[in-house]
T-cell receptor, first 113, second 114 residues
Framework: DTAVSQTPKYLVTQMGNDKSIKCEQN?????MYWYKQDSKKFLKIMFS???????INETVPNRFSPKSPDKAHLNLHINSLELGDSAVYFC????????????FGPGTRLTVT | AQSVAQPEDQVNVAEGNPLTVKCTYSVSGNPYLFWYVQYPNRGLQFLLKYITGDNLVKGSYGFEAEFNKSQTSFHLKKPSALVSDSALYFC????????????FGTGTRLQVFP
């Protein structure tokens, strides 16, 4: 049973396109996150939702828009893709407070050509 | 500024020897500290955390970490390394009490040689 799943696993697209990455967790967690890991493996928080409410919104281009239709899902939509958006995007979830560990999905490798 | 540092890009150790992966932090208030491991082409996996209590915390796969408040460190340790421990290790610290935000260190690649 996959706890945090992401689709697709790989995404190759051209500059200027719009794409979405989907995330689902079956852990019953209240909080979900999106992280970006660049080619040097640096990991940075992008967004966080708690009970479908946006609580962390880091300084990312507004081409990135998260959407949480329910507690178990957090999708990431990216408009007008740029070369610099190429990275691995990780979804994660936690029970909702800072003392709880986060569970990560397998990642989506986005390549923009 | 709040931060977390992993001073070593890579740590090499022979199988069976003890290993240490270093982490130091700078936060206001009481720190919540975490260690995660990332195997190739996988997401991060939680190893252990320090929230409060004993300074020595034990986690998954035989790992442990020692919280040292005076040195603001949270080094990851294992008494006897395995080749299968080879992976990328991340230290993380909570920096925002209201939003649950974590910041991650730059990662340390652990190589365990047979």
């Amino acid at each position: 049973d996959t706890a945090v799943s992401q689709t697709p696993k790989y995404l190759v697209t051209q500059m200027g396109n719009d794409k979405s990455i989907k995330c689902e967790q079956n852990l019953g967690h209240d909080t979900m996150y999106w992280y970006k890991q660049d080619s040097k493996k640096f990991l940075k928080i992008m967004f966080s939702y708690n009970n479908k409410e946006l609580i962390i919104n880091e300084t990312v281009p507004n081409r990135f828009s998260p959407k949480s239709p329910d507690k178990a899902h957090l999708n990431l939509h990216i408009n007008s893709l740029e070369l610099g958006d190429s990275a691995v995007y990780f979804c994660a979830s936690s029970q909702g407070t800072a003392s709880y560990e986060q569970y990560f999905g397998p990642g989506t490798r986005l390549t923009v050509t | 500024a709040q931060s977390v540092a992993q001073p070593e890009d890579q740590v090499n150790v022979a199988e069976g020897n003890p290993l240490t992966v270093k982490c130091t932090y700078s936060v206001s208030g009481n720190p919540y500290l975490f260690w995660y491991v990332q195997y190739p082409n996988r997401g991060l996996q939680f190893l252990l955390k320090y929230i409060t209590g004993d300074n020595l915390v034990k986690g998954s796969y035989g790992f442990e970490a020692e919280f040292n408040k005076s040195q603001t460190s949270f080094h990851l340790k294992k008494p006897s390394a395995l080749v299968s421990d080879s992976a990328l290790y991340f230290c993380a610290v909570r920096v925002d009490y209201n939003t649950d935000k974590l910041i991650f260190g730059t990662g340390t690649r652990l190589q365990v040689f047979p």
